[in-house]
Structure formats: structure tokens, C-alpha cells
């Protein structure tokens, strides 16, 4: 029986890699990790974590202007840039910290480099040219953005790694792109007072999203200032002399803008990862091919995460990465589930969804069920801001099952982490039906919408 250094390795400190290698230690395995920047990954390090720390201080402008109606005199208001980006940077190495001490306390041996396969079972410490062995390899790499190589001067242009590093706030930004991270920034510029504009490829921004989200966001951002641009792209971007950027779009004008950022989708990071000596697969894409226990072609190596190119979002990557450690430790094989993955889009109006849209419901079922209210929720009458609240629930009318809930509004993203429980348990329409409304409150339209909207049989809408 071959001899290892480790019974794990693995490569890549992000949220998947450090559950995996610090419950692995725990566990009593020897284990090495291997993270060529700070542990936390994208999330903790420029991803969900500063993202979410931008989004509430971009939203106390609109806070203030709300106070007046409650009686509140706010004073004139000013902005520090610098400040935010301190403090933020402050916590980020607080929990970077956290990461790190949970992995020594379960005596991971950390490796500050990045790390390449030699072959299924030996791996070299680039840093140093060390190699060691392992009985299992774990792969949780993650991702980057795209670069968008194809764009002249996109060498200009600065993507959300970037946007959280920035020296000044920038009077006036482009941002190319119609999907989450691109909808957050666009929402978090304009909250700073940016002048913003979102140019987008497609007919309707957040793709794969139930419609009624799309179109209520989308009028919700144009009707605060911000300049949505769909069925455009930016064609070149050009520095003039001042250091601003000159954006030109397809449409046939140009913009003026102090920084242009890219959000146009992410890159697994398997280059130089020495996947082909290893013999492991991937896709056309880059992204690691697993099968639905997370392990590669190679028996012996796994991946999860966004490196697999499966769901991208941290508690995924985290689920997958105990998944693994069940199947591959444990003698209890396990598969994540990605069904009912509840999500949110710190926009604003924030969103909060879980389940099928209603378009893929009508695609799914044979007849559909839909549960729609559109109201002024009570936190803005008072305050005279016009923004509207959607409630939605879609319902298979055969088993009765809801199987879609879609929020747009304050504390979406907390409704829908509560909404898929429930749902992830096969609750019925009846169920929240019968279950207690906690009045006042926006949430409780959700067990109050007794009677559909509409139905849809056989893909056709009943009005």
C-alpha cells in the first residue's frame, strides 16, 4: 500500500477548500492547503462579504431622504470614500483571520503558494518547488472574472476584484453586463451618488430570473437615475489624455466615464493547474468535469465549487465541499443537492428567489398556479417613495406543491432563506395557507394570497 505525506491535499483557500481541509483535520487526517492569496476566496476576500458592507452604505442616502417623513431632520450628509474602504478592509482581514486559525487549530498545514499537479497524487509548492503526495486531491480553485479579451481597450477597464480596491469614487461608471454582479454595482455606484450606466446584451436585465423580477427591478433602477442600456454592448473603450475612458456602444454613440467595469461572467481557474498531467477532464468552458459525487476523472481527485462551473454561490461550494468529505472519508457516498437553492440580488429593490421561475414552471408542469401581489409596502408611506413590493408563488396544481417564490422588495434576501424551508420540505399552497400571518408585515402576503391570479394550463395563460 503506497505511502502519502497527506491523506488530503487541497488546492485553494476559498469557502469549499477550508471546510473541506479544516473538518478533514478534525477529523484526524493529515491534510495540506495550499492558497497563493488570503483565505476566504472570492466571497469573504472580494466577493458577497465587501460586496454586501458597499450595498448598506450605498443605501443610507435613500435612508435619509426617507427620515423626513417620520419626522426626522437630517442635516446635510457627506460621503468618504477612503473611510469605507478602510473599514472594509478592516473586517475582511478580521474574518480572513478566522479562517485561518480554524485551520490551524485543526492543524492544517498551510502552504502561502500557489500549487500545480504533477500527477494524480503529487502536487509542487510553486513558491518553493517542493513537491509532496496525497492520497486525495481536492480541487477548489473558484473562478475570475472575465477579462472579455475580444474588447479593444478592455485593458481599461477594471472588473468587481478592482472595484473594491479603488483609490476615488468615480463620478461616472459603465458597467457592462445584465446579471447579478453586475445589477448590484450598478445599484451600489448610483447609491454613492455615481452617475451610472448598465449596458446590457440582452432584451432584459438578470436573465434566468422570473420575469416580473426583471421588468420591476429594471423600472425601479431607471426611474432612481440609473441608465439602463439593454440590447447594447460596448464595442471599444478608448483612455483619452485626462485618464478618462471614452466607451463607445454599438448603438452608434459614446460615453465619458471615469472608470469602466466588466461583468460579463466568470472564468473557472484551472490554467497551469497541471490538470492534463493528472489526467483530469474539463469542459469547453475550463471548468473541472465532475460526476454527482464531486469526484473528476481521476478516482482520487475531486472539485467543488465554482471551478466545477456547476452553481456559483458560496454556500453551494461549502455543501458540495461536506458532500466530499462524506463520500470520501466517511463510507457515506453523498451527493449535493442543488435543487431549491434559495438566492438573493442585493439590488435596490432587493430581490429574493427560490425555486422554478414561471416560465419554467409552465414548461414543467401541466398546469401552474400563479400567486401575485403588487403592493406599496408600509415602510414607504409614510416616507412618499412611490416603490412597489411583488410577492409571487407558483404552484403545481396537481401535487399542490409550491415550487417558486419570488420577492422584490426590503429584506427580500431574508424571506427567501426562510421560504426554502418550507418549500425544500414539499409544503403545499394549503400549508401556507393555513399558517398564521404575522400582521403588520410585507411578508405575511405570503400566506394570505388564497385565490391564483392566473393559472396557466398547457403553457397558455387563464386570466
Known amino acids: 500500500m503506497a505511502t502519502y505525506d497527506y491523506d488530503l491535499f487541497v488546492i485553494g483557500g476559498g469557502s469549499g477548500g477550508v471546510r473541506a481541509g479544516r473538518l478533514a483535520g478534525a477529523m484526524g487526517k493529515r491534510v495540506g492547503l495550499a492558497e497563493a492569496y488570503r483565505m476566504g476566496g472570492t466571497c469573504v476576500i472580494r466577493g458577497c462579504v465587501p460586496k454586501k458592507l458597499f450595498v448598506y452604505a450605498s443605501q443610507f442616502q435613500e435612508h435619509f431622504d426617507a427620515a423626513a417623513g417620520y419626522g426626522w431632520t437630517v442635516g446635510k450628509s457627506t460621503f468618504d470614500w477612503p473611510t469605507l474602504i478602510a473599514n472594509k478592509d478592516r473586517e475582511i482581514a478580521r474574518l480572513e483571520g478566522l479562517y485561518r486559525k480554524g485551520l490551524e487549530n485543526s492543524d492544517v498545514e498551510i502552504f502561502e503558494s500557489r500549487a500545480m499537479l504533477i500527477d494524480d497524487h503529487t502536487i509542487e509548492i510553486l513558491k518553493t518547488g517542493k513537491r509532496v503526495t496525497a492520497d486525495q486531491i481536492l480541487i477548489a480553485v473558484g473562478g475570475h472574472p472575465s477579462p472579455h479579451p475580444s474588447l479593444p481597450g478592455n485593458e481599461f477597464c477594471i472588473s468587481s476584484n478592482e472595484a473594491f480596491h479603488l483609490d476615488t469614487l468615480p463620478k461616472a461608471i459603465v458597467i457592462e453586463g445584465g446579471g447579478y454582479i453586475a445589477v448590484e454595482f450598478a445599484n451600489i455606484f448610483h447609491g454613492l451618488g455615481v452617475d451610472t450606466t448598465l449596458v446590457y446584451r440582452g432584451k432584459e436585465i438578470l436573465s434566468r430570473f422570473d420575469q416580473d423580477l426583471r421588468h420591476m427591478l429594471h423600472a425601479a433602477m431607471a426611474e432612481k437615475g440609473i441608465h439602463v442600456r439593454c440590447t447594447e454592448?460596448?464595442?471599444?473603450?478608448?483612455?483619452?489624455?485626462?485618464?478618462?475612458?471614452?466607451?463607445?456602444?454599438?448603438?452608434?454613440?459614446?460615453?465619458v466615464a471615469d472608470q469602466v467595469m466588466l461583468a460579463i461572467g466568470r472564468v473557472p481557474n484551472t490554467t497551469s493547474l497541471g490538470l492534463e498531467a493528472a489526467g483530469v477532464a474539463v469542459d469547453e468552458t475550463g471548468a473541472i468535469k465532475v460526476d454527482g459525487y464531486s469526484?473528476?476523472?481521476?478516482?482520487?481527485?475531486?472539485?467543488?465549487?465554482?471551478?466545477?462551473?456547476?452553481?456559483?454561490?458560496?454556500?453551494?461550494?461549502?455543501?458540495?465541499?461536506?458532500?466530499?468529505l462524506e463520500t470520501a472519508f466517511k463510507n457515506n457516498p453523498t451527493k449535493p443537492d442543488h435543487a431549491l437553492i434559495a438566492?438573493?440580488?442585493?439590488?435596490?429593490?432587493?430581490?429574493?428567489?427560490?425555486?422554478?421561475?414561471?416560465?419554467?414552471?409552465?414548461?414543467?408542469?401541466?398546469?401552474?398556479?400563479?400567486?401575485?401581489?403588487?403592493?406599496?409596502?408600509?415602510?414607504?408611506?409614510?416616507?412618499?417613495?412611490?416603490?412597489?413590493?411583488?410577492?409571487?408563488?407558483?404552484?403545481?396544481?396537481?401535487?399542490?406543491?409550491?415550487?417558486?417564490?419570488?420577492?422584490?422588495?426590503?429584506?427580500?434576501?431574508?424571506?427567501?432563506?426562510l421560504l426554502a424551508i418550507p418549500m425544500k420540505a414539499g409544503c403545499t399552497k394549503e400549508d401556507f395557507d393555513r399558517t398564521m400571518a404575522v400582521h403588520p408585515t410585507a411578508a405575511e402576503e405570503l400566506v394570505t394570497m388564497y385565490k391564483p391570479t392566473y393559472r396557466i394550463v398547457d403553457g397558455a395563460r387563464i386570466d
Open 233 to 255: 454592448i460596448i464595442t471599444r473603450v478608448e483612455r483619452q489624455d485626462d485618464g478618462r475612458k471614452l466607451v463607445h456602444l454599438s448603438g452608434g454613440d459614446a460615453i
Open 295 to 324: 469526484r473528476t476523472s481521476r478516482e482520487n481527485i475531486w472539485a467543488v465549487g465554482d471551478v466545477t462551473n456547476r452553481v456559483q454561490l458560496t454556500p453551494v461550494a461549502i455543501h458540495e465541499a461536506m458532500c466530499f
Open 343 to 417: 438566492t438573493a440580488v442585493f439590488s435596490q429593490p432587493e430581490i429574493g428567489t427560490v425555486g422554478l421561475t414561471e416560465q419554467d414552471a409552465a414548461r414543467t408542469f401541466k398546469a401552474v398556479e400563479v400567486y401575485r401581489a403588487v403592493f406599496r409596502p408600509m415602510r414607504n408611506t409614510l416616507s412618499g417613495s412611490t416603490e412597489k413590493m411583488l410577492m409571487k408563488l407558483i404552484v403545481d396544481a396537481d401535487s399542490r406543491k409550491v415550487v417558486g417564490a419570488h420577492i422584490l422588495g426590503p429584506d427580500a434576501g431574508e424571506m427567501a432563506q
